[in-house]
């Protein structure tokens, strides 16, 4: 076959590469699976710039040029793609396309006196020049997180989200935390730490509670999505004296006031007895291990009644 090579370098990037052929003219599938046996595919023209390069480059040809569009299901639609052309993006001679019955297929007039770059439908079986283009996007063109898009004359790799760099190549970055007082966390990390999809578990030492989000997840906008957790001390209720009447108590916080490990004493004054525990701890999850004790002169009456009835026994 009669094939012509074109081609398009910008910036150094690997270019897109077109070739095109006009002998022999051929049928639109021919002129695909021309096009899909030594390069990448037909062109799927779709734009302004598009339209321009090939118009300016490519020689007249009586019969014109097969393009990658065709109608699928009544819808015109990209080969490259399989995507509807949207509307705004076709591009058709005055009066097209017509309603002629089978014209399912995309020409291309190159060069043409009037309507001069513009599309006709056609019957698919007619015989014209194909147009083929070989991707520059390869295997390896992108990173993994990243969608390779052919650009005329170049390639984009459109980044995931969570991703950046030329090939996509590299995480986001969230903000490094301070580690929480009192506390602990332990982290997965996909990427890195500090990474996209970074995740972050926070516990807190026995006798303290969590405040605020227990898992914290490096997003794509590089923000975690929770601020970082505090470690709160457990809190008991307060006591005072005038719980405890007619007596002392005394207390001792080796946290916080009436909290994790604080530890209260009671004692009677002479001649009440104590009913209840003399010590009362404030425990890990902000309970007093007892109830405050009361301080009673009752309970001596019924010590001996006890000791009256034992003696009776
Ligand atoms: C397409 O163009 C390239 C670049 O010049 C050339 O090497 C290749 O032989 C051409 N392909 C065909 C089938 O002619
Ligand atoms: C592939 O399709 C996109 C959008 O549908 C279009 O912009 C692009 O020019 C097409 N590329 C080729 C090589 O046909
Ligand atoms: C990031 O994490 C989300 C949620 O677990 C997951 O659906 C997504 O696939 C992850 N993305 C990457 C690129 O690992
Ligand atoms: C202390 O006494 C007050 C009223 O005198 C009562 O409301 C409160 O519940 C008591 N606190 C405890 C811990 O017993
Ligand atoms: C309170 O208890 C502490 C330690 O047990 C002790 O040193 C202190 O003297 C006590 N104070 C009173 C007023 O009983
Ligand atoms: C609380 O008291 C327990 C028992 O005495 C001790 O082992 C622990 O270290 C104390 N915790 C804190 C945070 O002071």
Redesign the pocket.
């Known amino acids: 076959c009669n094939a012509f090579y074109l081609s398009s370098r910008k910036g150094g990037v690997q270019a897109w590469t077109y070739n095109y052929s006009t002998g022999p003219n051929q049928n639109w599938y021919e002129a695909r699976k021309w096009c899909q046996k030594f390069f990448t595919d037909m062109v799927a023209i779709q734009n302004q710039e598009e339209t321009n390069f090939f118009n300016d480059l490519l020689p007249f040809n009586p019969k014109y040029y097969w393009i990658g569009i065709h109608r699928v299901a009544g819808l015109w639609t990209s080969v490259n793609t399989s995507q509807n052309v949207p509307e705004e993006a076709q591009n058709w001679a005055s009066a097209e396309p017509d309603t002629i019955p089978r014209q399912d297929c995309v020409e291309i007039y190159i060069k043409r006196a009037r309507d001069t770059a513009k599309w006709n439908n056609e019957n698919c079986n007619k015989l014209k020049g194909a147009v083929c283009y070989t991707a520059s996007c390869k295997h390896e063109s992108c990173s993994a997180h990243a969608d390779c898009v052919e650009s005329i004359g170049s390639h984009i790799c459109k980044c995931h989200p969570g991703f950046r760099g030329l090939r996509c190549e590299e995480a986001i970055t969230c903000k490094p935390f301070p580690h929480p007082d009192q506390g602990s966390h332990r982290c997965s990390n996909p990427y890195g730490s500090n990474h996209f999809n970074s995740s972050c578990h926070f516990l807190c030492e026995v006798g303290f509670r969590l405040i605020g989000a227990p898992q914290l997840i490096c997003q794509a906008n590089g923000l975690w999505n929770h601020p970082v957790p505090l470690c709160q001390v457990a809190q008991c209720p307060n006591l005072k004296y005038t719980n405890f009447s007619a007596s002392?108590m005394?207390c001792?916080h080796p946290i916080a006031a009436f909290s994790y490990n604080s530890t209260c004493?009671f004692s009677c004054d002479e001649g009440y007895e104590l009913i209840g525990q003399n010590q009362i701890i404030c425990d890990r999850t902000g309970q007093w291990t007892a109830t405050v004790p009361v301080c009673t002169g009752k309970l001596v009456i019924a010590f001996e009644f006890k000791s009256f009835c034992m003696v009776v026994n």
Do not use: A, I, K, L
Request: proline share 0%; charged share 25%; glycine share 0%.
């Open positions: 002392s005394n001792s004493e």
